[in-house]
């Protein structure tokens, strides 16, 4: 529970960068339903590796099928 917009995205993987600037970025994801994929999916692009999805039947959580699309999409 780090990153809840686009700004905190990059500001998380740019510090990773910083620190780790060899390492491999995974990203365990898990979004709300009020955030909006599309902004995300350059900044998956330029910092992820690997996502692995995460799911639950928490209500406000997206539908596992939306975050399988945006994983299909990097």
Do not use: M
Not at 2 to 14: E, T
Not at 50 to 71: C, D, G, Q, V
């Amino acid at each position: 529970d780090v990153a809840h917009n686009p700004s905190a995205f990059r500001r998380l993987f740019s510090e990773i960068r910083k620190r780790f600037p060899t390492r491999k970025i995974a990203l365990l994801l898990a979004l709300s339903k009020d955030k909006p994929l599309e902004p995300l999916i350059p900044l998956f692009k330029k910092y992820v590796e690997e996502i692995a999805l995460f799911s639950s039947r928490h209500a406000r959580l997206k539908n596992p099928k939306e975050l399988i699309k945006l994983k299909e999409s990097l």
